[in-house]
């Protein structure tokens, strides 16, 4: 088919390559330190890898159950028992998904009519506003932007004010990405009363649960009296236990909520990931030194990194939890266009990160804000602020 033909749906109008692909395929060409999108570059526990392994061995190889491996089911309803004392049955309460990202997808599109609103934090991991485009609905941003401290929050009011007759969810993902806020008892609560005051869904994604810093724990949404019923919790083991590659996720929650999200989830992929699944019940039964490690790890690798923009010259808003650190670049780039810094930033210095426009609704929110990931090597960490503070210490812009 010719290249000018016009085909793509106006559904996902300006909705072009995501900006992983373009600026990956960037830190390719040029053999830069990729600190843009989130994944790791270490393994994840033997116990897990070595358990995906014998399952393809021991013949785990065709479609499971279309809910999921019952084993695996279990061991999320344990997870959640285990660490947040949420009581889910496996049977009836539990679904796996290909990741958290086509829990997400289900859930938006087994819920939404088209018209309806969804309320959800600006900047946001960028599946959101696609799947919530593919759904026929809208997006209603409400802004996270940093305090005087430079903790990322929000303005109750804006958030109460997002509400009108077509609402029908919120959509919340703590710990964040990009800006690494967790929210806070107060804030959870407030979500909460609104979605109870307005009889909303809350549709949780909570890839980061165990990627907190600072002795911060996670709260679940669902464990706040009167929440259970209305929300759909959404998680996965690509970040928990550096198997992004994997895909699997897992959505649990009342029934009707679980129902919906599964009845659009089963027409996407129906199942995947066999082998894997198996894998991931390991990894959620893995004793809690391994998680204490985990986020004990990946902090040592923010202060590094935290440290390493500062001495180039960068603003770093220092994350609470997750993968990622936002840098306001204006003090090494006095244009504050994240975007064409993201672009030129690979020639200029071997060093790939994304610019946070692409996270927003309106992108000039986010337009000075540039995303780098923490999730990596020391010694990567070191190379990408070491070439930084080449191109940037010295204070004079190029
Ligand atoms: C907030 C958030 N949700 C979901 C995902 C994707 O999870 P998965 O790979 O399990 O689909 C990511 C990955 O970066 C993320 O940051």
Wanted: charged share 20%.
């Amino acid at each position: 088919m010719s290249g000018h033909v016009d085909v793509l749906t106006s559904k996902l109008d300006g909705f072009g390559t995501t900006i992983f692909a373009e600026m990956s395929a960037l830190a390719v060409e040029t053999g830069a330190v990729n600190l843009g999108q989130g994944f790791p570059d270490t393994d994840g526990p033997q116990e897990v890898l070595e358990e995906a392994i014998a399952a393809i061995r021991r013949g785990v190889n065709q479609y499971p159950p279309g809910l999921g491996d019952p084993d695996l089911r279990r061991a999320v309803a344990e997870h959640q028992q285990r660490w947040y004392g949420l009581a889910v049955d496996p049977a009836s309460q539990v679904v796996i998904t290909a990741g958290a990202t086509e829990a997400l997808a289900g859930a938006l599109l087994g819920m939404l009519d088209t018209g309806d609103e969804v309320v959800v934090f600006e900047p946001m991991y960028d599946s959101y506003q696609a799947a919530i485009a593919l759904a026929g609905a809208r997006a209603v941003p409400v802004l996270l932007a940093p305090d005087a401290g430079g903790r990322y929050v929000f303005d109750p009011d804006e958030l109460r004010q997002a509400v009108t007759p077509r609402t029908k969810l919120i959509l919340l993902n703590t710990p964040h990405n990009p800006t690494g806020k967790v929210f806070d008892a107060d804030e959870l609560a407030l979500v909460a009363e609104v979605a109870i005051d307005h009889d909303l869904v809350v549709v949780t994604d909570e890839v980061y649960e165990h990627l907190l810093f600072d002795g911060r724990r996670h709260v679940p949404i669902a464990t706040l009296p009167g929440m259970f019923e209305r929300t759909l919790t959404i998680s996965s083991g690509g970040k928990t236990f550096h198997t992004t590659g994997w895909k699997i996720g897992w959505m649990s929650g009342a029934e009707p909520l679980v129902a919906a999200a599964k009845t659009a989830k089963q027409f996407l992929t129906f199942v995947n990931g066999a082998p894997f699944q198996p894998a991931m019940a390991v990894g959620l039964r893995m004793p809690d030194a391994y998680f204490d490690s985990l986020a004990a790890t990946l902090q040592t690798a923010r202060d590094r990194l935290v440290d390493g923009l500062g001495a180039a010259g960068f603003t770093a808003h220092v994350p609470e939890a997750t993968y990622f650190i936002t840098v306001d670049i204006r003090s090494v780039d006095p244009s504050g266009d994240g975007m064409a810094f993201c672009r030129s930033l690979p020639e200029r210095c071997g060093v790939v990160a994304v610019p946070d426009e692409v996270f927003y609704v309106r992108p000039e929110h986010g337009r000075h804000l540039v995303r780098f990931a923490c999730c990596k090597r020391p010694d990567v960490i070191d190379e990408a602020a070491r070439r930084l503070a080449a191109g940037f210490a010295s204070g004079s812009p190029s």
